[in-house]
Each structure stands twice: as structure tokens, then as C-alpha cells.
């Protein structure tokens, strides 16, 4: 059992460039979420789906996209990065017909942007 | 919406002695409270959590209390070991703001020496 997966591992990314994150999940969870960890700032939601077709914004969603074509899938995209976005990437994915909204998180990817 | 607090935001204890972490929040339709471990290099993992209609609950030696009254909820780790170093967040969902969705405080590093 893969549980979530995320791609790339770590990435060091040119000011300017797109770059897309990916997250794959094989629990058939209807929810998934993408947060950024940064020293000092705990881990602070980026935007969230709560099942395939629907997107929201999370606490901090400037400069990034996602979409959620299937069940299994939710890209991050980061469309022009800026070193701000430099940061520990977090995919989770969670059952959200339970209320009590366990969340499953993939081992992350570290993304440097100079 | 909701807003989580997190304290200490680093603790070092020595082997064998109990650790605690609080937190607090702000919303009082707040219902679930769950605690992650994070490791070294690794995503965010559920340990425990708490529902609002209980005030303690233990699982081994780990433990969780919960005042609504006062609005904050608490970490306990007994006979702390080694293998207890890591990052711990604590969370509540936020429902005036993104649906339920949990929002973490910024975490404490414990370490716990030999």
C-alpha cells in the first residue's frame, strides 16, 4: 500500500519558471490538500479539494493552482516561481464524509527557487 | 475563523521524564483535536486525537486533555524515548473559514536526550 506519493523529492527551480508538484493517492479519499511547512510557521494550507471537480483556497493561496481531475490526482502548480516560494512542500489527502478529518500526508518535497 | 496556538515551541527533556505540550483555540465549534508526529524527512502522522465530547483520553504513553471551557487541549508523553524526538502539531478544524479543514499550530520540537 503506496498511501500518497509525491514527485519530485526535492527540486531547485530557476525565479521565472513553472513548476508543477505532484501528488498521487491510492486510499480513495475524496479530500486532498497541499500545505507548505517553513521554519517557525507550522504548516499552512495552500488550497484543498474536497472531492474530484472542486478546488478552495486555503490560508495562503497566492502564486500557486491546483486541479482535481480525478480522485487520485492533485497537481500543485506554482506558474511563475519567486524565492518566497521556497519552501517544504506537504500533499495529505483525508476521508471527508468522516467528521473527524484524519489526514494522511505524503513524505513532501523540497523546493528551493533562487 | 479558527486560530491555533502551540507552546513551548521547543522542549528538551531527558530520558524517562514526561513532556507536555499545550494549545489553544479560538473557535468554540471546534469538535476534534488531533495531534501529528513529524519525523526527521517524513510527513506529518497522526498519533492521537480527541473529540469534544471527552476529556482525556490515553493511548500507551501518550495522552491528550481537553478543557473547552478554556479552549485549549494538551499533550502528555510519559517515560519519554529517544525515539520520541521529533516535531509535534496540534490542530483544529476551522469551520467559519475553509470547511472544516484543520488548521495546525506551529509546532514543537521535542528532543529528548539520553
Not at chain 1, 4 to 10: D, E, F, L, V, Y
Not at chain 1, 32 to 56: E, K, P, V
Not at chain 1, 75 to 85: D, G
Not at chain 2, 7 to 34: M, W
Amino acid at each position: 500500500i503506496a498511501g500518497i506519493t509525491q514527485a519530485p523529492t526535492s527540486q531547485i527551480l530557476a525565479a521565472g519558471r513553472r513548476m508543477t508538484l505532484r501528488c498521487t493517492q491510492d486510499m480513495r479519499h475524496n479530500a486532498m490538500y497541499w500545505y507548505r511547512q517553513d521554519l517557525g510557521l507550522g504548516l499552512r494550507l495552500i488550497h484543498y479539494s474536497n472531492t474530484a471537480g472542486t478546488t478552495g483556497k486555503g490560508e495562503v493561496p497566492d502564486g500557486y493552482s491546483v486541479s482535481r481531475a480525478n480522485t487520485d490526482d492533485f497537481p500543485l502548480t506554482l506558474a511563475s516561481a519567486v524565492p518566497s516560494q521556497t519552501s517544504v512542500y506537504f500533499c495529505a489527502s483525508s476521508d471527508k464524509s468522516s467528521p473527524y478529518n484524519e489526514q494522511f500526508f505524503g513524505p513532501g518535497t523540497r523546493l528551493t527557487v533562487l | 475563523g479558527e486560530n491555533v496556538e502551540q507552546h513551548p515551541s521547543t522542549l528538551s527533556v531527558q530520558e524517562g521524564d514526561s513532556a507536555v505540550i499545550k494549545c489553544t483555540y479560538s473557535d468554540s465549534a471546534s469538535n476534534y483535536f488531533p495531534w501529528y508526529k513529524q519525523e526527521l524527512g517524513k510527513g506529518p502522522q497522526l498519533i492521537i486525537d480527541i473529540r469534544s465530547n471527552v476529556g482525556e483520553k490515553k493511548d500507551q504513553r501518550i495522552a491528550v486533555t481537553l478543557n473547552k471551557t478554556a479552549k485549549h487541549f494538551s499533550l502528555h508523553i510519559t517515560e519519554t524515548q529517544p525515539e520520541d524526538s521529533a516535531v509535534y502539531f496540534c490542530a483544529a478544524p476551522n469551520y467559519g473559514g475553509s470547511q472544516g479543514n484543520l488548521i495546525f499550530g506551529k509546532g514543537t520540537k521535542l528532543s529528548v536526550k539520553p
